[in-house]
């Protein structure tokens, strides 16, 4: 059954959207002062920090950096900053006026002003010493940045050893993979060729080498095609993070396969849609 034609293109920001919102948010505050921090409601998912006006105001902002999907912030005074779009944030740089969905609003020592929109408000705002990252609580039992190149196809072997598990849900788990994403996981087990179902524990190495190359390959595909949306971010009220992609098995039930006759299959796994061809992902 196809979904409404609406569901099209709606989708959470995942790792390509946090990492190209960093890179334009670089631009915009690396090596800035923050003059003014304004948190314009008490908190999003969960409680703004209390003293955030307080300890980020004045700070020069020294480096910028994502986790998994959590943006950072680095300031000159031992703080960073730790952003989360959820399912619908986004930041918005020098917008011509605030509205009811703009949560948090910065401004820097050259007058250039960002806002945090999130109009399902599941993002979050946190502080933490940046010396103490690794250990705070979202970040303390992640597994390695798909990006990093920490992954290879005998780590991975030796992580799905005897684990029955169908292979894109281990791929789901962030004490696994770091911020991987439904999105990207359909995809670089498309570019392997490896049924999504199949327990993990019984992929062969060859297909998890394949594997391992195809998850930085799709990640940076749509990381470069995010950067396009950066030549726009100097235009007033440009909204950082969010482009179109097309995919190869992603949101396309029904439709034929980029590789043979086959038509793109969406089922249910743990909850979420995965997209695959059973022709050739085996
Ligand atoms: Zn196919």
Redesign the pocket.
């Known amino acids: 059954m196809k979904r409404p034609s609406l569901m099209k293109g709606c989708r959470l920001p995942e790792l390509p959207e946090v990492e190209t919102t960093v890179r334009g948010l670089e631009h915009v505050l690396k090596g800035r002062r923050l003059s003014r921090v304004e948190p314009r409601r008490a908190d999003l998912r969960r409680a703004f920090p209390a003293d955030l006006g307080q300890r980020l105001t004045g700070a020069r902002v020294i480096s910028l950096g994502r986790r998994a999907k959590y943006g950072l912030i680095d300031t000159d005074r031992g703080d960073t900053l730790i952003f989360h779009l959820g399912m619908s944030g986004a930041w918005r740089v020098d917008p011509d006026e605030l509205g009811k969905h703009d949560h948090l609003l910065l401004e820097t020592d050259e007058g250039r002003r960002l806002s945090l929109r999130d109009p399902r408000r599941f993002g979050s705002i946190d502080l933490v010493a940046t010396d103490d990252l690794a250990d705070w609580p979202a970040f303390a039992e992640l597994g390695p940045e798909p990006l990093g190149g920490a992954i290879d196809g005998r780590w991975l072997k030796e992580r799905f050893a005897g684990r029955d598990a169908a292979i894109k849900l281990m791929l789901l788990d962030q004490k696994m993979v770091a911020g991987l994403g439904n999105i990207y996981a359909c995809e670089a087990l498309f570019r392997a060729k490896i049924d999504p179902r199949k327990p993990a524990g019984k992929v062969s190495l060859p297909k998890l080498n394949a594997l391992a190359e195809a998850i930085p390959t799709v990640l940076e595909e749509a990381i470069w095609a995010g950067g396009s949306t950066l030549r726009d971010f100097a235009a007033p009220d440009g909204e950082l993070g969010y482009f179109s992609k097309q995919f190869d098995v992603y949101d396309r039930e029904g439709e034929p396969?980029h590789?043979?006759d086959?038509n793109v299959r969406r089922i249910v796994q743990g909850g979420r849609s995965t997209f695959f061809?059973p022709?050739?992902q085996r």
């Open positions: 396969c590789r043979n086959g061809c022709a050739c």
